[in-house]
């Protein structure tokens, strides 16, 4: 098939580039990142089924999707701190920069639409496990925008009738992650024998590996049309862990203990949970998590080292 990837020089859109190369698609990537700048996607940049186009969401336009099969939207202001000095531009991007796709995909027939969700779209759950018909309750800038985006999907279908889908997700780690995720971080400062901090202690998370996410797109993407259109997924591995259980785990897994600064939860975050069931995945696209998180853990930490 041919697919359009937004935001695929990125953590998820590149290891997802790779995948749908590897599978025989022909991919184009459209990105803010120069292409020669574009370092996670280095090595098949030239590859004869790969284009790239140095393009803002922001200007894309109906021809640049018309020749496509499949668009699958992952371009975002994708780091939570980011949202609170800046919550204008996180808007902007993850808001206005949906609206201008989903404008452009409106008036082009296309297979299927999928959107990145997240998993802080829900950061006070009514009820745990979180499903996919849990009602959205942001907390912060960033998972407002992220919902809000979502929201938009949903409507240009009901409106336009655009064939969405929607995957959605924890933490995902492994190499080439986000760097402002805690667990880098935390990892980072560790390897360096630095201090680290511990914003709150309570709050839980969801981990899943960047192999596991890439797989359910893999299978949200070749799956009969018929059974994913309209569709929201969720696709973490399905445990949850306060933050204080995963620090621990860093110092087990590394060997090493360093001093911990201790912080107030973020603004929003404190009484955030994130446990999801990743039952409808299962079922539906045949979703079948293999690493789980305290290997998420040992795997990301591997791959730090080497960049040391």
Sequence with gaps: ??????GGSGFGGSGLVHALLERGH????LDIIAPLEADKLADVIDHPNLTYKWKAIHDIKPSDIEDQDIVIH?????????????PYWTAHQNVMGTVALLEACRQVELDRVIFAGSGNEWGRPVYVPIDENHPLTPHNPYAWSKAAAELAFWAWQRCY??????????????????????????LWAIAHNHPL???GSGQTRDI???????????????????????HKF??????????????????????????????????GEEGQRE???????????????????KQSIALTWEWIKSLI
């Excluded at 022909?26 to 990537?29: A, I």
């Excluded at 899943?208 to 309209?230: F, H, M, N, Q």
């Excluded at 306060?242 to 912080?263: D, P, R, Y």
């Design 197 to 199: 901090r511990l914003e």
């Design 74 to 86: 992952l371009q975002a202001q994708a780091d939570v701190p980011m949202g609170f000095p800046s």
């Design 275 to 293: 446990y999801f069931t990743n039952k409808k995945a299962r079922d539906v696209l045949g979703y079948n998590p293999k690493v789980g998180p």
């Design 26 to 29: 022909e991919v184009t990537v």
């Design 208 to 230: 899943t590996y960047v192999t596991d996410v890439i797989d359910a797109w893999v299978l949200a993407i070749e799956s009969p049309r018929d059974k994913v259109i309209g």
């Design 161 to 186: 009738h655009i064939p969405v889908v929607v995957m959605s997700n924890g933490v995902v780690i492994g190499p080439h992650m986000r760097r402002e995720i805690f667990i880098f971080k935390w």
């Design 234 to 267: 969720q696709v973490s591995f399905g445990e949850e862990h306060s933050v204080q259980e995963i620090l621990n785990w860093c110092f087990e897994i590394t060997g090493i203990t360093v001093s911990v600064m201790q912080a107030p939860y973020r603004p």
């Design 1 to 6: 098939m041919r697919i359009l990837v937004t």
